[in-house]
């Protein structure tokens, strides 16, 4: 299957600090990426759905301004958590997809971010 | 809107066992139909899929058919291995009716196979 590449695959940082997840398809041009959020033993929570050249699609209750989504070319996407604090800690999953009927999304490895 | 029920977890069996995890689901259309497997630490991988009615998606021993009379997609395997302890999620697609295209997924069942 398709490969989709996740970095950094675990990051930690101080409170209030900014990071960066970058997600990459890398052998097929991703029309759609999703960024999700998994909690401890708990199934994915689709945070946001972006397209390439436009504005990220928020899930109710996800903060745009606090998680910045770009998806500034078919193989590239990237999940900025802006002034982190220490419940934003938690595995951060992003999926790329080719956008015809009813295809099959692919996978990073994930993201744990701690922050301390 | 459309959803995925599959069997809550842990589920636990020895190993060679034979393993059923159901999941139903509601949607009108033609969805197509998923199962992903997830080992500790990691990302989701797709183990199977199925896009239409009667299909019977395979991949390392593991099945499940597209049943679109009881709207189900129950995975199977017949002799189940320590490696394939993981969470197992089911999951559809509908993007003739989901203009954004999400995947909807189920909670997971978290699978434990013991030696």
């Known amino acids: ?116 | 809107g459309d959803s995925v029920t599959q069997m809550e977890g842990p589920v636990t069996l020895s190993e060679e066992a034979f393993l059923t995890i159901n999941c139903t689901y509601t949607a009108t259309g033609y969805p197509s139909l998923f199962w992903y497997v997830q080992y500790p630490g990691e990302g989701l991988q797709l183990l199977l899929k199925a896009t239409k009615a009667d299909d019977k998606g395979s991949n390392k021993g593991f099945e499940a058919t597209y049943r679109k009379e009881t709207t189900s997609f129950h995975l199977e395997k017949g002799s189940v291995q320590v490696s394939d302890s993981a969470v197992y999620f089911c999951a559809l697609t509908n993007t003739l009716k989901n203009r954004d295209d999400k995947i909807i997924f189920g909670k997971g069942t978290r699978l434990h196979i013991l030696p």
Not at chain 1, 17 to 25: A, D, L, N
Not at chain 1, 29 to 49: E, G, N, V
Not at chain 1, 53 to 60: D, F, H, I, L, W
């Open chain 1, 1 to 116: 299957g398709a490969v989709v590449s996740q970095h950094p695959s675990w990051v930690i940082c101080k409170s209030g600090t900014s990071v960066k997840i970058e997600c990459r398809s890398l052998d097929f041009q991703a029309t759609t990426m999703f960024w999700y959020r998994q909690f401890p033993k708990q199934s994915l929570m689709l945070m946001a759905t972006s397209n390439e050249g436009s504005k990220a699609t928020y899930e109710q209750g996800v903060e745009k301004d606090k998680f910045l989504i770009n998806h500034a070319s078919l193989t590239l996407s990237t999940l900025t958590v802006t002034s982190a604090h220490p419940e934003d800690s938690s595995f951060y999953i992003c999926s790329a997809r080719v956008q015809t009927v009813n295809t099959e999304a692919f996978f990073g490895q994930g993201t744990r971010l701690t922050v301390v």
